[in-house]
């Protein structure tokens, strides 16, 4: 009896035995997790058809900012789009802490939103206490605008550049005092930042906020400004007062023909007011994609670009990640500077 044979067709047999076995295993395997890829693809499809289905809530800073302003444009923009109304909270108070803590304690569902500058990212520099911690409590969806600062000076100042501005500073240190607003703001950050690059003593004089700061410098009461570019500029054209630079790390057509501060002699000097949206940490990855779909596209739109630019922002749409890093950053770079110079504000 020839048993090569007998176990030659014993182990084609049990090769057969064992594909089997191994597709039907794969079919189960495939068939087991075919509902939960097809729930996540139905979400993914239902939300963006059916939410909102009642009013959207947006949280931002107070009334006539820039935050306010920019929320204001994109709620409308979405109420086209999504048919339902969306509400601008304006909660300005406490620098933004209260605003911030709203959303972070707010259902993870897409409804309530926070729109706000680096206030809340900063915010943990400058005090001891915070009721929300901006990386754990809150999920990125998009950055939506940024703006620069601009270095102005008053007219009967000799300074008539970045480089006029340093060498003076340093001939006489102490004796230049720079206006800015409210404690953390960006144009005081701006200033602060420029100090510790420049290595030059110019001395903070504090206002309540921008706008009297500006009207001091109108008026020469203070030589030295770095406000937002928009509240400047009308005034640059009109000759009340003189532009030495831009705060932007490229030259930006908001303010054509005026050199960056990088540009003029202060290599890597960049300092800019950036505006994001966020939901509430936890919020499902599903819900954070699809908002931030419609947010980008709306924000891309030639219609809200131009509006934007009339108030002197760049209209800007971003991954949630990107907007991530870009919060991540600024709390490494600007909380350097904050700690360096001592900045507090109880």
């Known amino acids: 009896m020839d048993t090569r044979g007998a176990q030659g067709g014993d182990h084609a047999a049990m090769t057969h035995d064992l594909h089997v076995r191994i597709f039907r295993l794969t079919r189960c395997t495939f068939l087991w997790l075919l509902p939960p890829c097809l729930w996540l693809f139905s979400a993914g499809v239902v939300f963006g058809q059916s939410f909102p289905m009642r009013p959207v809530r947006m949280v931002t800073a107070e009334a006539g900012g820039g935050s306010d302003l920019v929320s204001r444009l994109l709620a409308q923009s979405l109420v086209g789009v999504w048919g339902q109304q969306v509400v601008v909270d304006n909660r300005g108070t406490a620098g933004g802490a209260i605003a911030a803590e709203i959303v972070a304690k707010a ?16 915010l943990p520099f400058l005090r001891k206490s915070l009721p929300y911690d901006p990386v754990r409590d809150l999920a990125p969806v998009s950055l939506t605008a940024r703006a620069p600062n601009i ?16 060498a003076f500073a340093k001939a006489k240190p102490g004796s230049l005092g720079y206006a800015s607003g409210g404690t953390g703001s960006t144009p005081h950050l701006a200033a602060e930042l420029f100090k510790a690059m420049a290595g030059v003593d110019i001395v903070r004089i504090p206002y309540r906020g921008g706008g009297p700061a500006l009207n001091d410098l109108l008026g020469g009461q203070v030589p030295l400004m770095f406000p937002v570019a928009a509240a ?11 532009a030495l630079a831009v705060t932007s790390a490229q030259p930006t ?11 003029s002699g202060l290599l890597g000097y960049e300092s800019v007011s950036i505006q994001g949206l966020f939901a509430p940490a936890g919020t ?47 709390m490494v770079r600007l909380g350097k500077v904050i700690r360096d110079a001592g900045i507090h504000d109880e």
Do not use: C
């Open 107 to 122: 259902p993870q569902d897409g409804y309530t939103l926070l729109h706000y500058g680096s206030n809340i990212w900063l």
């Open 151 to 166: 270095i102005v000076v008053h007219p009967a100042q000799p300074i008539k550049s970045v480089a006029e501005l340093i």
């Open 232 to 242: 400047a500029l009308p005034h640059v054209k009109s000759g009340r007062l003189r």
């Open 253 to 263: 057509e908001l303010a054509p023909g005026i050199p960056t501060v990088a540009a």
């Open 284 to 330: 499902s990855p599903v819900l954070i994609n699809a908002l931030n779909r419609q947010i980008v596209q709306n924000l891309q739109t030639p219609n809200l670009k131009e509006k934007f630019f009339a108030m002197g922002i760049e209209s800007v749409g971003s991954s949630p990640d990107a907007l991530a890093a870009t919060l991540k950053s600024e």
